[in-house]
C-alpha cells in the first residue's frame, strides 16, 4: 500500500507534455485510482469518452509488472547518463576556457613587457591602464565561468541523485515505486535537459587578445580585444520513445529459426566481413577483396540496392548511433571512413595513423579495435577522427568490437578469444571463443557471437556468467563472421564463410 507521502507525490504529478493525450487519460485515471480513498485492487475510473476501448483500465500491479525491463525505465536511465556525460564535457570545456584565459593572459603580459622596453618609461601609464583593462576582463570571465561551474556541479549532482533514487527503489522497492518513480523523473530529467540546453546555449567561449597598433605611438601601444565565439560542446536530447501508462517489457529473443538467404548482386568471389543496419533499415555489408574494395547496400535490409567504392579494401562497419552516419575501417590505408547513409555517399577520410580493424560507434565517440605490432588495442575517438584515448587490450589483434553503454563496457573478440573490458583497461572476463567470428547485441545488452571450430552462434549474458547455443550448423551455420540484428530485432543477419547473408527469424 502507498505510503502518505508516496500519495502526495502522486496527486501533484501531471502527464510530462510529450505523453500523447489519449495516454494522459490513462495515467490519470491509474493516479486517480491510487489516491482514491479505498486503494481498491483494480482502477474503476473509465478512460475518456471519445477513447473508450476497454471496460476498465488495468489494475497499477499489472501496468507497472515488467517496469524494471521495461523502455521506460531504459529511457530515464540512458538520458540521465547522457545529460550526465555532456555535463561533464561542458565542465571541462569551461575549465579549459579558464585555462586560455590564464595561458591568453601570460602571453599578453609578456607582449606587454616587450613593448614597454620598446617604449621605455613613457609608456608606464599605459601599461598600468592595460594591465588594469586585462584583469578587469579576467575577473569579468572567471567568475562568469566560475559560476556556471558551480551551476554544472549543482545539476550533476541532482542527475546523480536523482539516478540513485531510481536505484534504490529498483533494488529495494516495490514495482508499483519504481513504476511512480520513474514517472516522476521523466518529467523532471526533461526539465534538467531543457536547463542544460539552456545553460550551453546561452554560453560562450570567451579568449582575450592583444590588438596592436601598426604604428605605436606614445599615447597608445594597443588595446584589449574579447574573442567570442560559440560554446563547441553540443547537446542532442534524447527522446523517450515509450512514454506509456504500461511498462512493457522489450521483447527477449528465446529463439532464433532460419528464414531466407539475402540475394546479394556482387561478385561470387567476395569476401565479405562486417555489417550493420542503418536508422532506416538499410544494411551495409563490407567487401574485404582488393578487386573490388566494396560496400555493399541493401534497401530494407533485403533488397540490393547498390555499393560505393573505396581505394582499399573496407574491413568493419558500424552507424553511429541516433544520426545518418556511418563509420569503414581501412586498414591498408591506416584510416577510417565516413558515409552519408542518406545519401549513400563517402564524405570525410581521416588517417587515424594505425592498422584498424574492428568498429563500433555510439552518439559522441567511435572506438576502434587495431593491432599495434603484436598487441590489440582499443582507440577511443570522436565523431570528426580525433584519438582522444588509447587502451590496451590483450595480446592479439581485435578483429571485432562492440561497446555497451548501459553497462559502460567493451565486448572484444579476437583471435581464439572473447573478453569483456572497462574504459579503463580493466578485464571483466575472458574466454576461450575459438577462431575469429562477429559480435552483436540484443534490447537487453546480450551479445552473440560466432565460434568457428563448432559453426554455432552462441548467446552471452552481460555479466558473462550464462551462455547458450543459439544457432548451429544444422541451421546452416558455416564460419559465422559479422552479424547484427535490424532495428526491430525481430531479424538476425549473419555473414556465412564469407560468400552469403542468412537471415534468421526471432521469436
Not at 559502460?408 to 571463443?433: H, P, W
Amino acid at each position: 500500500m502507498a505510503t502518505a507521502s508516496v500519495l502526495q507525490k502522486i496527486k501533484r504529478y501531471k502527464p510530462p507534455s510529450f505523453v500523447p493525450i489519449v495516454m494522459k487519460g490513462y495515467v490519470q485515471a491509474a493516479l486517480n485510482h491510487m489516491t482514491g480513498s479505498k486503494h481498491s485492487n483494480h482502477i474503476t475510473a473509465c478512460i475518456p469518452n471519445d477513447h473508450r476501448t476497454c471496460q476498465n483500465i488495468l489494475p497499477l500491479e499489472v501496468a507497472s509488472k515488467n517496469v524494471k525491463t521495461s523502455a521506460l525505465y531504459t529511457d530515464v536511465i540512458q538520458e540521465i547518463k547522457h545529460l550526465l556525460a555532456t555535463l561533464n564535457k561542458f565542465n571541462d570545456n569551461r575549465q579549459s576556457n579558464l585555462e586560455l584565459l590564464a595561458k591568453s593572459k601570460l602571453a599578453i603580459t609578456n607582449r606587454i613587457s616587450e613593448l614597454k622596453v620598446q617604449l621605455l618609461k613613457q609608456i608606464d601609464t599605459l601599461e598600468l591602464d592595460l594591465h588594469s583593462t586585462l584583469s578587469s576582463f579576467q575577473l569579468k570571465h572567471e567568475t562568469g565561468i566560475n559560476k556556471q561551474k558551480e551551476e554544472i556541479s549543482q545539476m550533476m549532482e541532482i542527475l546523480k541523485s536523482k539516478e540513485n533514487e531510481i536505484e534504490v527503489v529498483k533494488d529495494c522497492g516495490s514495482n508499483n515505486h519504481l513504476f511512480i518513480a520513474l514517472h516522476e523523473q521523466v518529467s523532471d530529467v526533461q526539465t534538467a535537459a531543457e536547463k542544460v540546453q539552456q545553460m550551453i546555449s546561452s554560453s560562450q567561449e570567451v579568449d582575450i587578445s592583444l590588438d596592436e597598433y601598426e604604428n605605436i605611438k606614445m599615447k597608445c601601444f594597443g588595446s584589449l580585444l574579447e574573442n567570442v565565439k560559440p560554446c563547441s560542446v553540443q547537446y542532442k536530447s534524447l527522446k523517450f520513445q515509450q512514454a506509456h501508462i504500461m511498462a512493457e517489457p522489450t521483447n527477449r529473443i528465446l529463439g532464433i529459426e532460419k528464414g531466407t538467404g539475402l540475394k546479394l548482386g556482387c561478385n561470387p568471389t567476395c569476401n565479405i566481413i562486417d555489417v550493420s543496419t542503418t536508422e532506416d533499415n538499410k544494411l551495409l555489408l563490407t567487401n574485404y577483396y582488393a578487386p573490388d574494395p566494396e560496400l555493399y547496400v541493401c534497401r530494407e535490409c533485403k533488397d540490393y540496392e547498390g555499393e560505393i567504392t573505396f581505394t582499399s579494401e573496407p574491413r568493419g562497419v558500424d552507424v553511429i548511433a541516433g544520426s545518418d552516419r556511418a563509420v569503414v575501417t581501412l586498414p591498408k590505408e591506416k584510416s577510417i571512413q565516413f558515409i552519408n547513409t542518406n545519401q549513400m555517399k563517402k564524405e570525410d577520410k581521416v588517417n587515424v595513423g594505425f592498422v584498424c580493424l574492428a568498429v563500433t560507434a555510439g552518439r559522441d565517440r567511435i572506438y576502434v579495435g587495431c593491432t599495434c605490432g603484436t598487441k590489440g588495442s582499443i582507440k577511443t575517438l570522436d565523431t570528426t577522427g580525433t584519438i582522444l584515448q588509447s587502451i590496451n587490450h590483450g595480446d592479439t589483434g581485435i578483429h571485432f568490437l562492440l561497446y555497451d553503454d548501459i553497462h559502460e563496457q567493451f565486448i572484444v573478440r579476437c583471435e581464439n578469444k572473447l573478453s569483456c573490458g572497462k574504459l579503463d583497461g580493466t578485464i571483466v572476463f575472458s574466454k576461450d571463443a575459438y577462431g575469429i567470428g562477429g559480435l552483436t547485441f540484443d534490447r537487453q545488452g546480450n551479445f552473440y557471437f560466432g565460434c568457428k571450430k563448432s559453426n554455432t552462434i552462441k548467446k552471452m549474458s552481460p555479466d558473462g556468467e550464462n551462455c547458450a547455443e543459439m544457432l548451429n550448423k544444422d541451421n546452416g551455420i558455416n564460419n559465422a563472421y559479422g552479424m547484427c540484428f535490424n532495428k526491430d530485432y525481430i531479424k538476425l543477419y549473419v555473414i556465412n564463410n564469407h560468400k552469403s547473408v542468412d537471415v534468421f527469424k526471432c521469436k
